[in-house]
């Protein structure tokens, strides 16, 4: 690939068909380009850990900004510790066969293929552009771009077998970070949020409404 650090997913279809995977069918406002700007950073990226499917209802990120500010109240020194993505969220990489009839047009920066399985997925997410990014052997690489933020692993999957002139759905690794915050509901009405830093963790639980307490260190997730 040479640009960019991706992974292969071949399998997320299968896992989805047992994990419940849905598109947009809730009718819940969903996070975009356009409504990203107004919402914590940190606080999304946990939302979008922690829900199903394939997109990120925007309550649900209220809800862990909620939940986050809480707790940065109660523990200050918490303010400076933030979530990583794991991938971005808003491009997919595709390889496509030499001989796809709709190479030209994607090389010409158009992005319906004339496969209507395969369009359709991009016009739900509404993907808005697509770039050539080189030539590997008889394939070539594609960037696709969407308005939606998308759980990108999962939602790769869903052009699995759209057509057969489409080898690979990759989504695009995030450049590493030292710090994470990972959230857990380890019971009923009790909520974990874990702060990493490097090696060390700082871990706060609260039940239910309740004030947020420290809890025994854990290892890094």
């Not at 971005?88 to 319906?112: R, V």
Request: one cysteine or more; proline letters at 4%; glycine letters at 6%.
């Amino acid at each position: 690939m040479g640009r960019s650090k991706t992974f292969f997913v071949t399998l997320v279809v299968a896992l989805c068909l047992f994990s419940g995977c849905g598109g947009r069918s809730s009718g819940d406002e969903i996070v975009t380009t356009r409504s990203e700007t107004s919402l914590d950073p940190d606080a999304l990226l946990i939302a979008a850990r922690s829900v199903q499917g394939y997109v990120v209802p925007i309550q649900a990120v209220r809800d862990r900004d909620s939940e986050l500010r809480s707790a940065r109240q109660a523990f200050p020194d918490l303010k400076e510790i933030h979530a990583a993505p794991s991938f971005n969220a808003y491009e997919l990489h595709f390889a496509i066969s030499n001989d796809a009839p709709w190479l030209s047009s994607w090389k010409a920066g158009k992005l319906a293929t004339g496969v209507r399985d395969l369009d359709s997925v991009f016009e739900e997410f509404d993907a808005n552009a697509v770039h050539f990014l080189n030539q590997d052997g008889d394939q070539s690489w594609f960037a696709v771009t969407f308005d939606t933020y998308l759980r990108a692993n999962r939602a790769a999957g869903l052009f699995f077998g759209k057509s057969d002139f489409l080898r690979i759905a990759s989504i695009v690794s995030a450049p590493s970070s030292t710090t994470d915050i990972h959230y857990e509901t380890i019971a009923p009405s009790t909520t974990r949020l874990t702060f990493v830093v490097g090696e060390t963790s700082t871990v706060v639980e609260r039940t239910g409404k309740g004030s947020w307490s420290k809890a025994a260190p854990v290892t890094p997730l």
